[in-house]
């Protein structure tokens, strides 16, 4: 579990108390996490942002 990320998210980004972070059920974290997850993009859309946005060696 990445409690470093976790921790940071409830009380820096949803400004919980500690108290209140700390008394989250792992159900309601993941309820508050869920919509800031995303699929990505599919393979064709990353082909394509790679052609576009090609790396660059130095």
Known sequence: MPWDDLIAFGLGVLKLAPE???R???RELA???APRRTAGPDRRA???LMARFPDRST
Do not use: I, Q
Request: net charge negative; charged share 10%; aromatic share 16%.
């Open 20 to 22: 209140a972070f700390w």
């Open 24 to 26: 989250m059920t792992p």
């Open 31 to 33: 309820a508050v996490l």
């Open 46 to 48: 990353l082909d394509t």
